[in-house]
């Protein structure tokens, strides 16, 4: 890869950090949010509701975690000087897969 071609992926890669840490901040500052009485019965009502609604945070937080790890392994890779190399076969990643996925990590073979 060029040295224009690490950089544009590195600022993507950072663009990305910095969106997914937002929205996981936002996510975190609305769970701090006063919910009154949060209960589970058979009828579903306003406290059900809002717990349903913090279930899919909580599994959204969760899936902007994983991502974050992904990009953050992916800037470490181009800090390392293996951007773009497979990390299971060692072969180099189709410049496409990384235009699409700039956190891959694997050819689409390996993938």
Known sequence: MSVDDLDRARAELIALRDDLEARA????????????????????????????????????????????????AALARIDDGTYGTCTVCGKPIAPERLEVVPWAATCVGCA
């Open 25 to 72: 901040t936002a996510l975190r500052s609305g769970a701090s949010a006063p919910s009154g009485g949060i209960s589970f019965g058979k009828r579903v009502g306003e406290g059900t509701s809002i717990a349903i609604e913090r279930f899919a945070d909580v599994a959204i937080h969760d899936q902007i975690l994983q991502q974050q790890a992904l990009v953050q």
